[in-house]
């Protein structure tokens, strides 16, 4: 009885040393721990404080400057919220703060994982909050300023609050009225006023430091390099407090606190590539064109 040929290639067993397709600390690789499951949203608490928000700026300038710094605010922190989401990183609603003060808010903020996939989630989630809100902060400006009105500077009265103009403000503000004349201040629409805010805050945002959104654009671009650029940043921002009145002082003592650096993503040898890198390059000169180093004159 004749037997079946031998196989041409016959089954071998492979045996790999032990731990070399273990995830664990035996083969030098422990990978990233898992973003910590999201808490049930707290919405009355959101729509609460956008209410209290309402009330102090309607309060500090009118229902008009209300309507139009919280649209500037809301678009600004939408485009964080859409932005994490795109990348699937957890990020809650904004939180509002209602503030009863000259602005009538401190602004808003979203709650975000600290797990950012890499840097070019971590810039395009950060640069998506001031482009948003730049838009509306701009257009805001724009018609602000032109229903505007030159007066004056002796009607003046006891309460008058100058406004240190950034530079783009200025430019809006010649394209419409032209060169100031001479004993002339330009009184400021509500509407106007809130552009200014928005333009504001979006200076104050983009600083590159720490956990602002231009502390994260720093750090995208430059990785661990960028802890240089925002102790500089902070630094020169010291100096000026301490000429021009110490109106920056609380955003130091913030910015301290949070500490000038930045942590790592989970990835971050992945690189921006070039229109990310010009997209962070414009800005920065946003940041320029949008700082005042005294914001107000009493």
Request: aromatic content about 14%; charged content about 10%; overall charge positive.
């Amino acid at each position: 009885m004749s037997s079946d040929p031998p196989p041409l290639f016959p089954p071998r067993t492979i045996r790999f040393p032990p731990g070399v397709f273990e995830t664990s600390t035996n083969c030098g690789y422990a990978p990233p721990a898992p973003p910590p499951r999201p808490r049930k949203r707290k919405v009355w608490l959101h729509l609460l404080l956008f209410g209290l928000t309402v009330a102090s700026t309607t309060w500090a300038n009118g229902p008009i400057y209300s309507v139009c710094v919280l649209s500037i605010l809301t678009a600004h922190e939408f485009g964080h919220y859409f932005a994490a989401r795109h990348y699937r990183v957890p990020a809650t609603l904004p939180y509002f703060i209602p503030f009863p003060s000259l602005l009538g808010t401190l602004g808003a903020v979203i709650r975000m994982s600290p797990y950012i996939p890499n840097r070019r989630a971590l810039f395009d989630i950060a640069a998506a909050g001031p482009i948003a809100g730049l838009i509306v902060a701009f257009q805001m400006s724009f018609l602000g300023i032109y229903l505007s009105a030159q007066v004056p500077t002796s009607d003046q009265g006891a309460h008058w609050i100058s406004l240190g103009e950034p530079l783009l403000f200025k430019a809006m503000q010649w394209l419409i009225f032209g060169a100031q004349l001479e004993g002339t201040e330009l009184l400021l629409h509500p509407m106007a006023f809130a552009g200014w805010v928005g333009l504001f805050v979006t200076a104050l945002n983009l600083l590159p430091i720490s956990q602002l959104d231009g502390g994260h654009i720093n750090y995208a671009l430059f990785g661990r390099r960028s802890r240089m650029v925002a102790t500089v940043a902070f630094g020169l921002l010291a100096i000026l407090t301490a000429i021009q009145g110490f109106q920056y002082l609380i955003m130091l003592v913030l910015l301290w606190y949070m500490g000038v650096g930045h942590p790592p993503t989970l990835n971050d040898r992945l690189d921006l590539g070039p229109m990310r890198r010009r997209i962070g390059f414009c800005l920065w000169v946003v940041f320029v064109l949008c700082f005042t180093p005294t914001p107000f004159s009493f």
